[in-house]
């Protein structure tokens, strides 16, 4: 997979990857959300599993994770509960969120988060999937950008620093680069309850 590839030259994936998701589980999730999702999105998260990207120099303050897995961000509750708060947002003031959202035709939907609370996003439209237009978003100022390209080509750039996205957290990718963090069941047991 194209953005898996670029990836994997930056950031080794994990020698013993903590996955929770089967095939099957993906299948199920792409009727539960009416659609498939990039293949190297999936495919990522087949190399990586749960666990998040942060900053070496800022490790606490500037990470960011996907939306997959059933550990550190599973795309069910997070990206319905996102999407809500997208909404309400949009709602009060639309030109903070000047797109459509998920469900809508060329709506939003989340595939990550970061610490500052931006929101990266594919914009759903057309029936390539993996086509997919790359929205960063940073709603409650207001702020965006685009990216024609693919989700973990946009990671793999971010990180690399051959783009640089204002929106993203001061301090990533940082000076000393991104590591990959495993997310175990011990920080699961340890992690207060919503």
Same mark, same amino acid.
């Given at each position: 997979m194209f953005g898996l590839d670029e990836l994997t030259s930056v950031i080794s994936p994990p020698?013993? @990857?903590?996955? *929770?998701?089967?095939?099957?589980?993906?299948?199920q999730l792409?009727? $539960?959300?009416?659609?498939?999702? @990039?293949?190297?999105?999936? $495919? *990522?998260y087949k190399a990586y599993g749960d666990g998040y990207f942060y900053s070496k120099t800022?490790?606490?303050?500037?990470?960011?994770?996907?939306?997959?897995?059933?550990?550190c961000q599973p795309f069910f +509750?997070?990206? !319905?509960?996102?999407?809500?708060?997208?909404?309400?947002? =949009? %709602? =009060?003031? +639309?030109k903070c969120? +000047?797109?459509?959202l998920y469900w809508e035709p060329g709506g939003l939907l989340p595939w990550a988060r970061a610490t500052n609370? *931006?929101? /990266?996003?594919?914009?759903?439209?057309? %029936?390539?999937?993996?086509?997919w237009q790359v929205v960063v978003l940073r709603a409650g100022k207001g702020e965006f950008e685009t990216y024609e390209m693919s989700a973990i080509q946009f990671l793999a750039r971010? &990180? =690399?620093?051959? &783009?640089?996205?204002? /929106?993203? +957290? =001061?301090?990533? !990718?940082?000076? %000393?680069?991104?590591?990959?963090e495993v997310w175990l069941e011990e920080q699961e047991a340890a992690r207060p309850s919503t």
């Open positions: 020698s013993r @990857p903590r996955i *929770t998701m089967a095939d099957s589980d993906w299948i792409f009727q $539960q959300i009416g659609t498939r999702l @990039p293949g190297d999105f999936v $495919q *990522t800022h490790r606490m303050s500037a990470n960011l994770g996907l939306y997959a897995g059933a550990m +509750p997070h990206v !319905p509960r996102r999407l809500s708060a997208l909404r309400i947002i =949009k %709602e =009060k003031r +639309p969120v +000047p797109f459509p609370d *931006t929101d /990266l996003c594919w914009r759903v439209r057309g %029936e390539l999937v993996d086509n971010a &990180i =690399k620093g051959t &783009i640089a996205s204002n /929106l993203l +957290p =001061k301090g990533f !990718p940082g000076t %000393e680069g991104v590591a990959f």
